[in-house]
């Protein structure tokens, strides 16, 4: 168990609809990731957010967008929802330290579009 | 762009053998190397990582070689187990910067048969 909590587990949905994926980073990580993976992207990042600000942007969709709260919860919400965004979406918290920076994931949302 | 570059996509080595993965990234500015396990149905975990001022880091039955002048890196599994039985990422990421972002490799589905 990394410490890091998604829910929901699984979420099927119909093309066109939104939905909202939800992060709890371990105690005192200050760094939430999010990440893609389907079979043929492999792994992507998405996004990265730092103690409630924006730190980082990857390949995300202008349909995609994220936040972070005050608790350091972190929320992505996915849009005018299409069949390719079906996927396992991750998020990841970190702990770095002088040398590394351990990135550790949830165990992820599996997202169906219909 | 890919830029890190992972083979082979899957790989099958006999109980006690040697498995060898290997990765190649295009970006010098990439500071640090981790791999990553990950198990049917659950997040990648940090498995090892290197930074690029050692050629070898060793824990375990796993160790990663770095080659920094022809930009690659490979995960050496030594004895191989069935329960090594997994998929692997190898990734980069640029520490020195402001985000921990990670590039992942295309992943390598292991098998290691009894």
């Known amino acids: 168990d990394s410490g890091v909590t998604q829910t929901p587990k699984h979420l099927i949905t119909a093309t066109g609809q939104r939905v909202t994926l939800r992060c709890s980073p371990r105690?005192?990580?200050?760094?939430v990731y999010w990440y893609q993976q389907s079979l043929d992207q492999g792994l992507q990042f998405l996004i990265q957010?730092?103690?409630?600000?924006?730190?980082a942007k990857g390949n995300i969709l202008e349909r995609f967008s994220a936040q972070q709260f005050p608790d350091l919860h972190s929320e992505l919400n996915l849009s005018s929802l299409e069949l390719g965004d079906s996927a396992l979406y991750f998020c990841?918290?970190?702990?770095?330290?002088?040398?590394?920076?351990?990135?550790?994931f949830g165990p992820g949302t599996r997202l169906l579009v219909l | 762009q890919q830029q890190v570059k992972q083979s082979p996509q899957s790989l099958i080595v006999q109980k006690g053998g040697i498995s060898i993965i290997n990765c190649a990234y295009e970006n010098t500015a990439f500071d640090y190397f981790p791999w990553y396990q990950q198990f049917p149905g659950k997040g990648p975990a940090l498995l090892i990582a290197i930074r690029p001022d050692v050629s070898e880091k060793k824990e375990g039955r796993f160790t990663i070689s770095f080659n920094k002048s022809a930009k690659q890196f490979s995960l050496h599994i030594m004895d191989s187990q069935p329960g090594d039985s997994a998929t692997y990422f190898c990734a980069a990421s640029k520490l020195s910067g402001n985000t921990g972002k990670l590039i992942f490799g295309q992943g390598t589905t292991l098998q290691v048969k009894p």
């Open positions: 105690s005192g990580d200050l760094s």
């Open positions: 990841a918290s970190s702990f770095r330290d002088r040398s590394q920076e351990t990135q550790y």
């Open positions: 957010y730092y103690n409630g600000e924006e730190r």
